[in-house]
């Protein structure tokens, strides 16, 4: 099975045109490659309603379960929101740039747990510390704080934060020593079957190419998803690689 994500973020999207050209130019869903939309919340109950073919993801979630959280969203009102709603991202750059350590990545995560959401981990190093060579001890440091305490994810995204938003995608040499580092972690604890997934200015350009990398299962996609026909083109190359 290959994941493909669209992270719509903060952005308002006219849902009915979205679909209408997506579908107009992705014809296929039955096959190996699963497409997960994750809008934002007041748009969750819609997205669930129109995007039958598609699993339904949140973007964020509370480390918390109720109380006096201002604004904050609880696993529980996202199932309320929706029902099909099947994943969540967590520990995305821009939360973690919002405060989210790796204890709160943690909490949210358990939270996702207690209510029977998959979380889609996502983790990166910033361009200082790729700079300084620090980046394999940076990701052991995330991953070695979620997984202490028996969490297991459902995905793994990879995402430099270097590369998202910028345009410029990570090269294939920074993208597969990234993987070896997971991946060899993941082997340490007898837990190789959690795919990964690359997120960092995926486009119609540069999917083929990241998709070639042997032990990629999939990509995490943000302001490319936000244009159904662009979408589309990405999924479409997507599902040939």
């Given amino acids: 099975m290959k994941y493909l994500i669209a992270n719509w973020k903060m952005n308002s999207i006219d849902i009915e045109e979205w679909k209408n050209e997506f579908e107009d130019h992705y014809k296929k869903f039955k096959d190996s490659t699963e497409i997960i939309v994750c809008p934002n919340f007041i748009d969750l109950s819609e997205c669930s309603e ?34 099909r709603l099947k994943y969540c991202i967590v520990g995305h750059s821009e939360a973690r740039s919002n405060g989210d350590s790796n204890l709160i990545v943690r909490e949210k995560s358990e939270q996702l747990r207690n209510n029977k959401i998959e979380p889609i981990l996502c983790i990166g190093e910033a361009k200082d510390v790729l700079s300084k060579g620090k980046r394999e001890s940076f990701l052991l440091e995330q991953l070695n704080s979620y997984f202490e305490t028996g969490l ?82 990405i999924a479409q190359k997507f599902r040939r690689c």
């Fill in 50 to 83: 129109k995007f039958i073919n598609f699993n339904i993801g949140a973007q964020d979630v509370s480390s918390h379960s109720e109380g006096s959280f201002t604004g904050q969203i609880s696993a529980k009102q996202l199932l309320g929101a929706s029902k």
């Fill in 152 to 233: 297991y994810p459902r995905l793994i995204a990879y995402e430099p934060i270097w590369a998202i938003g910028t345009g410029q995608a990570a090269d294939q040499k920074n993208i597969i020593e990234a993987l070896e580092i997971i991946s060899n972690f993941l082997e340490s604890k007898k837990l190789e079957k959690i795919p990964l997934l690359y997120g960092g200015s995926v486009s119609t350009e540069n999917i083929e190419e990241i998709m070639s990398l042997s032990n990629l299962a999939g990509c995490l996609v943000g302001n490319s998803s936000l244009d159904g026909k662009e979408f589309a083109r």
